[in-house]
C-alpha cells in the first residue's frame, strides 16, 4: 500500500517552454502533498506544500508564478514549471500524506528527471 | 539558519557489521526527526521517526537514538547486507510537517 506515482519520469524541453509533472497517489487519499526538488549531490529542499482544495504555499526564494501547483483532487497533484531554463533542469520529487500533520507518513513519488536544454 | 551535517563521505563497511550514521543539527532541536533511505535516481522512502521526548526506537534491524542536548541524531543498521547499501538522508519537522532534509550519507556495504 502508500505508493505514489509520477509522471513522466524524465522529460527533455527546449527553454522557453512549460512542463507539467503529475503526481498521484494510488492507494490512498492525499489532503496534502508536497513538491521537492533535488540537485546532484544535495538534498531535497521543499518548494511548496498543496492541501486539496486550496492554494499551494510556497516556501521562501521559489516564485509561485514559475512554478505552478494545482491540488485538484485528493489523489492527484501537478507542477508546471512555466517557460523553463537550463537553471531549472533538476529532479523534481512530490510526497503525499494522508493529512499533512508531522506524524503522518510522507509517501514519495519516484522523482522525475526535468533536463531543459 | 538551520543547518543539518551528515558525513558527506561514504561509510563503507563489511556485511554483518553495524553501520553507523550521523545527523547533526544546529540551533533549534526539531519536534520530529526522521530516517530515509533514498536509492539512485528514486524517491525517499521512510524508515523511522523520533520524537524529541524520546530517546531511542528500533524497527527489526534499525536503531535511532536521538540526543536534544548533544543536537545529534545516530541512525545504526545491525547484521547490516549488502541490500542495505543506499544513502541515508535525516530530515527534521519542527512540528509544522513540513521536513528538512541533510544532505545524506551513502553507505555501501561490502560482501
Known amino acids: 500500500g502508500a505508493v505514489v506515482s509520477q509522471h513522466p519520469s524524465r522529460v527533455i524541453c527546449k527553454s522557453g517552454t512549460s512542463v507539467k509533472i503529475e503526481c498521484r497517489s494510488l492507494?490512498?487519499?492525499?489532503?496534502?502533498m508536497f513538491w521537492y526538488r533535488q540537485f546532484p549531490k544535495q538534498s531535497l529542499m521543499l518548494m511548496a506544500t498543496?492541501?486539496?482544495?486550496?492554494?499551494?504555499?510556497?516556501e521562501q526564494g521559489v516564485e509561485k508564478d514559475k512554478f505552478l501547483i494545482n491540488h485538484a483532487s485528493l489523489t492527484l497533484s501537478t507542477l508546471t514549471v512555466t517557460s523553463a531554463h537550463p537553471e531549472d533542469s533538476s529532479f523534481y520529487i512530490c510526497?503525499?500524506?494522508?493529512?499533512?500533520?508531522?506524524?503522518?507518513?510522507?509517501?514519495f513519488g519516484p522523482g522525475t528527471r526535468l533536463t531543459v536544454l | 539558519s538551520q543547518k543539518i551535517e551528515q558525513n558527506s563521505e561514504a561509510l563503507n563497511i563489511q556485511e554483518g557489521k553495524t553501520a553507523t550514521l550521523t545527523c547533526n543539527y544546529t540551533?533549534?532541536?526539531?519536534?520530529?526527526l526522521q530516517w530515509y533511505r533514498q536509492d539512485p535516481g528514486r524517491g525517499p522512502v521512510f524508515l523511522l521517526l523520533?520524537?524529541?521526548?524520546?530517546k531511542e526506537k528500533r524497527k527489526e534491524r534499525l536503531k535511532v537514538t536521538f540526543d536534544t542536548t548533544l543536537k545529534q541524531s545516530l541512525f545504526h543498521i545491525t547484521a547490516s547486507q549488502p541490500a542495505d547499501s543506499a544513502t541515508y538522508l535525516c530530515?527534521?519537522?519542527f512540528g509544522t510537517g513540513k521536513l528538512i532534509f541533510g544532505q545524506g550519507t551513502t553507505l555501501q556495504v561490502k560482501p
Open positions: 510526497s503525499a500524506s494522508v493529512g499533512g500533520a508531522s506524524t503522518d507518513t510522507q509517501y
Open positions: 492507494d490512498f487519499q492525499a489532503t496534502t
Open positions: 498543496s492541501n486539496e482544495g486550496s492554494k499551494a504555499t510556497y
Open positions: 540551533n533549534y532541536s526539531p519536534a520530529y
Open positions: 523520533i520524537r524529541e521526548n524520546e
Open positions: 530530515a527534521l519537522d
